[in-house]
T-cell receptor
Framework: ELKVEQNPLFLSMQEGKNYTIYCNYSTTSDRLYWYRQDPGKSLESLFVLLSNGAVKQEGRLMASLDTKARLSTLHITAAVHDLSATYFC???????????FGEGTQLTVNP | EAQVTQNPRYLITVTGKKLTVTCSQNMNHEYMSWYRQDPGLGLRQIYYSMNVEVTDKGDVPEGYKVSRKEKRNFPLILESPSPNQTSLYFCASIGLAGGPRTGELFFGEGSRLTVL
């Protein structure tokens, strides 16, 4: 059974600081997703990582994938309040039809 | 505009009263799936479909049914809802036909269901 673990589950940080969210998974996969969810809203796709060593960046967020270590990271640079949300990673076992999600990391960025 | 549309967005019902949550996508995607989101449990897959007339169970299929008669629609049916099915439900679709957003999962806005 595939297990996907994120840590931390809760993260409170100050504006301007850097931090990393980790996503570990238990079964070989070469496709990993990161999503953002605002309270009461749907999930917004941030990154799709399709191969070992993939790195993608969008604004203050950068995601990477190490399939050998079964680890993905989401790095936040110089956090701003607008980044406050819950972030999920999801591991794909079958071309998008079988995603297993982590529990989510609730990020709060304080002014 | 590319989108996944769910209805209803909010529903309060009573135990045992059959209901259907509809899901429609306009992106000609092959794969569609249903998830439920519960506090502390993240998102869990209920059912998925790889194409018309092809459906399979996800991680938590008990108490649910689905059908895929047309490519664009993937309704979720609760034949006899129970309080433990109170949850936030998301439909999602994914296309694999090529293009810049290939392999990206698109989510609907969510349907909040309460079963009394």
């Amino acid at each position: 059974e595939l297990k996907v673990e994120q840590n931390p589950l809760f993260l409170s940080m100050q504006e301007g600081k850097n931090y990393t969210i980790y996503c570990n998974y238990s079964t070989t996969s070469d496709r990993l997703y990161w999503y953002r969810q605002d309270p009461g809203k749907s999930l917004e796709s941030l990154f799709v990582l399709l191969s070992n060593g993939a790195v993608k960046q969008e604004g203050r967020l950068m995601a990477s994938l190490d399939t050998k270590a079964r680890l993905s990271t989401l790095h936040i640079t110089a956090a701003v309040h607008d980044l406050s949300a819950t972030y999920f990673c999801a591991v794909d076992l079958n071309s998008g039809s079988r995603l297993t999600f982590g529990e989510g990391t609730q990020l709060t960025v304080n002014p | 505009e590319a989108q996944v549309t769910q209805n209803p967005r909010y529903l309060i019902t009573v135990t045992g009263k059959k209901l259907t949550v509809t899901c429609s996508q306009n992106m000609n995607h092959e794969y569609m799936s249903w998830y439920r989101q519960d506090p502390g449990l993240g998102l869990r897959q209920i059912y998925y479909s790889m194409n018309v007339e092809v459906t399979d169970k996800g991680d938590v299929p008990e108490g649910y049914k689905v059908s895929r008669k047309e490519k664009r629609n993937f309704p979720l049916i609760l034949e006899s809802p129970s309080p433990n099915q109170t949850s936030l439900y998301f439909c999602a679709s994914i296309g694999l036909a090529g293009g810049p957003r290939t392999g990206e999962l698109f989510f609907g806005e969510g349907s909040r269901l309460t079963v009394l």
